[in-house]
């Protein structure tokens, strides 16, 4: 599987635009790009997942460059609610095997 | 709400004890996955099963099993526990073997 390189943490304010940056430089032709998200105690919730170009749903925004060494995953105006521990992971469409979570991105963000 | 379910969502026991805990997948989910997450080591995967069929294994201890029901749902049995088997448990479900994965809430399991 593709590994992952995503910032340790980040934090921003309520009703700013946020977007994390994940470096897959391996990422094979037959691989996807899937986010998570995931608060204290609690399981991942899956974001949003993309092959190439932009994807966008009712959460979130995924861009992938042409060359998909990398990905953006971006939060349109966060809220509080939103400080989450958020992970980028790289592989089969769902993942025949179990998913390789990385350390993620801690996002916090301030009133 | 994922639609993964899974019991119980505390357990305390202690050290060289066995425990089971049990995940109900998704309505029309067929694959079944178990990840261990502790404080240090992250989210790991443990183990999949696909339709009643191991499927894949991850970095799961020999004191650990688990199978998949014909109805579907799964069990993890933890034996001769540790305390470094301290951790949250986690189910997740597809629909098949190239899908997204659901979560469910998980299961605290604390050994003293």
């Known amino acids: 599987l593709a590994k992952t390189t995503q910032p340790i943490s980040m934090d921003s304010y309520e009703g700013q635009e946020v977007n994390i940056t994940c470096s897959h430089n391996?990422?094979?032709?037959?691989?996807?790009i899937t986010w998570y998200q995931q608060f204290p105690s609690q399981g991942p919730r899956f974001i949003i997942q993309?092959?190439?170009t932009k994807v966008t749903n009712e959460v979130a925004s995924l861009f992938i460059p042409a060359d998909r060494k990398s990905s953006t995953l971006s939060l349109p105006r966060v809220s509080l609610s939103d400080t989450a521990v958020y992970y980028c992971?790289?592989?089969?469409?769902?993942?025949?095997?179990?998913?390789?979570f990385g350390k993620g991105t801690h996002l916090i963000i301030q009133p | 709400d994922s639609g993964v379910t899974q019991t119980p969502k505390h357990l305390i026991t202690a050290t060289g004890q066995r425990v089971t805990l049990r995940c109900s997948p998704r309505?029309?989910?067929?694959?079944v996955y178990w990840y261990q997450q502790s404080l240090d080591q992250g989210l790991q995967f443990l183990i999949q099963?696909?339709?009643?069929?191991?499927?894949a294994k991850g970095n799961i201890l020999e004191r650990f099993s688990a199978q998949q029901f014909p109805d579907l749902h799964s069990e993890l049995n933890l034996s001769s526990l540790e305390l470094g088997d301290s951790a949250l448990y986690f189910c997740?479900?597809?629909?098949?073997?190239?899908?997204?994965?659901?979560f469910g809430p998980g299961t605290r399991l604390l050994v003293l």
């Open positions: 391996n990422i094979a032709t037959n691989d996807y």
């Open positions: 997740a479900s597809s629909r098949g073997l190239q899908e997204t994965q659901y």
């Open positions: 099963y696909y339709n009643g069929e191991e499927r």
């Open positions: 992971l790289v592989g089969g469409r769902g993942g025949a095997d179990g998913l390789t």
């Open positions: 309505s029309g989910d067929l694959s």
């Open positions: 993309g092959y190439k």
